[in-house]
């Protein structure tokens, strides 16, 4: 099966070159990975800790472990490696400590064998659940201690089928698992993985930390006004095709932050709602008295949820919703679509009353209904319930410090 593995990893690496050519995501993906190891920071004797993250999801539940490790000792030099285009473009948006970031070179033999040439780690942290086999048995050989963060394992995944032994062989290098459910760490013991918690979400800590750091938005405050504010955050074009029927016959207030914010994508909502005003064309003289305001700017969602009330999140038709987290810390319930399986807390959401599904405008509106008319009791509920579940960092703390 390494054999097949190596096969399929040199594919791979033709199949993204291929897709360079006419791909604009795999083009980054290439050049982002050429001369590498050029101009390297000078590390020196200091303590290099490698946490890896898939994309900017990972790297956004590994920041509260890398902080508290900084906390602990400032002295140490963290590396981030990232799989994707998508966390190497964005993460300078992110309050962080990383000390380098780059991305991971693909998961061949050499590669990870020039890759602890030029790195030496005393521990390596891959967040929750992309492992690269190369890379981490060339890690177990370095003695780099190996752990798991905000694990998620499914039955579907290769560790737990009949060909899955050359993928369970690299799941047995790591010292420990700190996964997100009881699922998790009961598939893993169905493989004789024992050296596994249930720690939760580290997103939790993330968002209540982000919460600490909101600043006030005098343009959002004004058009809010005293009215309930309804946010709708990283809306996609499936997404929309449900909240615009609505949205033209709702008079409340609602602040929609799309995805996309390229000038003809913005100019096609405000054709669909032409009483929407945008963020980015308002003066201090505007009364801002529209019902709808496009947020068409960067960086101002997360402290718009401050002055929500309840939240759509997007992603939810493609299979890729966004984080349901940052508008519930600030005790929004949040409605997003169908495609959620891979995002516990959101069937958590659902379960604990505070989330809701749904796959039309008809399910949207009952569901719109259904939290407002209880608007004040689910608030209080959402903003326990992300309350209840912090501290997965510091559970992982004290787990790797005992050692």
């Known amino acids: 099966m390494g054999v097949l593995y190596n096969i399929g990893i040199f594919g791979l690496g033709i199949s993204m070159r291929i897709a360079s050519l006419f791909n604009a995501k795999a083009k980054l993906w290439v050049s982002g990975r050429q001369n590498l190891y050029d101009n390297l920071p000078d590390i020196g004797n200091k303590k290099l800790i490698w946490f890896h993250c898939a994309s900017l ?3 956004d539940q590994g920041l509260p472990l890398m902080e508290k490790l900084k906390g602990q000792d400032n002295s140490i ?7 994707s285009p998508s966390g190497m ?3 300078h948006k992110r309050n962080h400590v990383a000390d380098y970031v780059m991305y991971l070179p693909l998961d061949t033999k050499s590669n990870a064998r020039e890759f602890f040439r030029h790195f030496r780690p ?3 942290f891959f967040v929750k659940y992309e492992f690269w086999s190369n890379f981490i048995f060339e890690a177990k050989k370095n003695n780099v ?3 798991n963060v905000s694990g998620i394992f499914r039955p579907n995944h290769r560790y737990f089928k009949w ?3 050359y993928f369970r062989k690299t799941l047995k290098t790591f010292e420990w698992f700190f996964v997100q459910n009881k699922s998790s760490l009961e598939l893993l ?3 004789n993985i024992v050296n596994v918690s249930i720690s939760g979400d580290s997103r939790y800590d993330r968002v209540i930390d982000n919460k600490k750091q909101v600043v006030q938005n005098e343009i959002i405050s004004k058009f809010k006004g005293e009215n309930v504010l309804f946010i709708i955050g990283s809306s996609w074009p499936e997404d929309e095709k449900i909240l615009i029927p609505f949205l033209k016959n709702y008079s409340g207030k609602t602040l929609i932050a799309p995805h996309n914010i390229d000038e003809n994508y913005i100019e096609s909502i405000t054709s669909a709602l032409p009483n929407a005003i945008r963020y980015s064309q308002i003066t201090d003289n ?3 008295d529209s019902p709808i305001l496009i947020l068409d700017t960067i960086g101002q969602l997360a402290n718009a949820y401050s002055y929500g009330n309840m939240a759509y999140i997007g992603g939810g038709f493609s299979g890729s919703l966004h984080n349901i987290l940052e508008p519930a810390v600030f005790g929004l319930p949040v409605i997003f679509g169908p495609k959620h399986t891979r995002f516990p807390e959101a069937q958590n959401f659902i379960d604990c009353g505070i989330g809701r599904a749904v796959n039309s405008t008809a399910e949207f509106q009952i569901a719109f209904t259904k939290i407002n008319e209880n608007l004040a009791v689910l608030s209080q509920k959402t903003a326990e319930f992300i309350e209840q579940n912090k501290g997965a960092s510091d559970k992982i703390i004290l787990k790797i410090t005992a050692n």
């Open 57 to 59: 999801g990972e790297f």
């Open 77 to 83: 030099f963290l590396l981030v490696t990232f799989f």
């Open 89 to 91: 473009q964005h993460y």
């Open 122 to 124: 005393t521990q390596a």
């Open 145 to 147: 201690a190996l752990y």
């Open 163 to 165: 060909y899955g032994s």
């Open 189 to 191: 013991k169905s493989i």
């Open 286 to 288: 505007d009364e801002l």
